[in-house]
């Protein structure tokens, strides 16, 4: 297929930064690009397809039973001894989906389509064309041929591997301790007590600095998965294996996808732009550091960007000076508090395990819901103080 060598957008990535950045640069009558090395957008997915409501909500979709599968009404803790702690948001509204995300990344690539962009697959960008360190465009691999296409603004929503950013200068490697290795399995034949729950084990025996998860994707399949620090001597599928060995819940169950993928669960880059580019999503860092949820902030920043980019478009402005209004605005919006819920996450992994089951009997459950906004630390670390005075030493500091 032939394609046009000049457009005002290109954006490197079709993931749901990617696809919902070019919805939006496109609603705006920008000519946008889409390229991914992927021959099918959505698969493979590195995903536990857990999505809320309020990033369903900023999409503009209605969840839609062809890819929202299973409604989650909250989710069950489950300490390292055991103790289960019932969290309940349907009343708070809290909602959320367990998504099939191969068909609901296509949907929305097909709504930016609908909108006027053009996707380009199987195109792998091996490099940026720049002019006076100006980002112009891209090169791009495909049919085994190398093709250069041009464009005002480079967006670069390249994922956790991201070396788009890289080309432009822009640092973004992350030391092992601030990523969580992800690995996961679908399976069929799962007993699921109650569908509307997410559940998540913890210990350090578990998943060191992370958790296993439980999502249910109807009546009896599951993505059962886990992330632990990236640094860890064993790997997250020795974890994973483990504990599934162990669990005679799924003696009869049997797997039916296999995904892995790095989850940054760090400080987002320090810069996101550069003259004519931006960088939007996980090629970011832009993941909810608690839980490693990234899919809705990826999007967020993508609607962010398109507004700011297609003004600086309209302005016949495009340098890193104009673009930062973008960064300024992300950090206003979702910065501030992935800062905060990076304290939590800090916290959290100083704990032991005992510590961790002071926390299960002394703290309000709606107070763990809200540790995953940055919200309520000082209460969960009052609470293991008065419970457990000698972690007076390390927790003081996190009252700060
Ligand atoms: C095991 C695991 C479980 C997870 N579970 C959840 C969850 O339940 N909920 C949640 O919200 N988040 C979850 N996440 C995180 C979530 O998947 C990411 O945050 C999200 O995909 C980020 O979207 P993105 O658009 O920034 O990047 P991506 O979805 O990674 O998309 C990047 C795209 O760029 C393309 N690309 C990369 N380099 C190039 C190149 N050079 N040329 C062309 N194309 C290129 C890739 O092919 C890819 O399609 C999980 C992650 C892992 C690893």
């Known amino acids: 297929m032939k394609y046009d060598k000049e457009w005002d957008v290109i954006v490197v990535g079709a993931g749901p930064g990617g696809s ?28 536990g397809e857990g999505l809320s409501m309020r990033w369903i909500r900023i999409t503009g979709q209605k969840p839609n039973p062809k ?3 299973q409604e989650i009404r909250g989710a069950v803790l489950i300490s390292p001894r055991g103790k289960k ?10 909602t959320g989906y367990i998504i099939e995300r191969k068909m609901w990344e296509k949907e929305l690539a097909a709504e930016a389509i ?27 691999e495909r049919d085994g041929k190398e093709e250069q296409y041009f ?51 913890f210990g350090k025996e578990v998943a060191p600095r992370g958790y296993i998860w439980v999502f249910p994707k109807g009546k009896d399949i599951a993505n059962v998965g886990i992330g632990i620090i990236g640094s860890s001597e064993k790997t997250a599928k020795f974890y994973l294996d483990r504990w599934l060995e162990n669990n005679s819940r799924f003696k009869d169950a049997s797997i039916i996808e296999i995904n892995a993928g790095v989850i940054p669960v760090c400080a987002p880059i320090e810069t996101m ?11 970011a860092r832009m993941i909810n550091p608690i839980h490693g949820g990234g899919i809705g902030s990826a999007m967020e920043a993508g609607i962010i960007a398109a507004e700011v980019g297609a003004n600086a478009i309209r302005e016949g402005d495009v340098t890193r000076d104009r673009l930062m209004e973008y960064q300024k605005r992300w950090h206003e919006v979702r910065g501030k508090e992935f800062e905060r819920i990076l304290k939590v996450r800090k ?5 032991s395990d005992e510590q961790m089951e002071i926390i299960a009997d002394a703290v309000d459950p709606k107070v763990l819901v809200e540790l995953g906004h940055g919200k309520g630390l000082a209460t969960v670390v009052k609470a293991l103080i008065k419970a457990s005075p000698s972690a007076a030493k390390f927790a003081m500091s996190f009252l700060k």
């Open 347 to 351: 916290f959290f992994e100083k704990l």
């Open 114 to 140: 609908r909108s006027g962009a053009k996707y380009m697959l199987k195109a792998n960008v091996i490099d940026l064309i720049k002019e006076d360190d100006t980002v112009k465009g891209v090169v791009v």
């Open 20 to 47: 919902k950045c070019a919805h939006e640069f496109a609603k705006r009558g920008m000519k946008t690009l889409v390229i991914d090395k992927k021959q099918e957008i959505g698969a493979p997915k590195r995903c």
């Open 85 to 94: 702690v019932v969290i309940d948001t349907s009343k708070t509204g809290q």
């Open 67 to 69: 890819w929202a599968l």
């Open 273 to 283: 732009v550069a003259n004519g580019l931006m960088v939007i999503g996980d090629a």
């Open 151 to 201: 464009s005002k603004i480079v967006i670069a929503a390249d994922g956790v591997d991201s070396r788009i950013a890289r080309m432009a200068g822009i640092q973004t490697t992350i030391p092992l301790t601030e990523c969580d290795s992800g690995y996961q399995y679908e399976m069929a034949n799962v007993p699921i007590e109650d569908p509307y729950k997410m559940e998540l084990y």
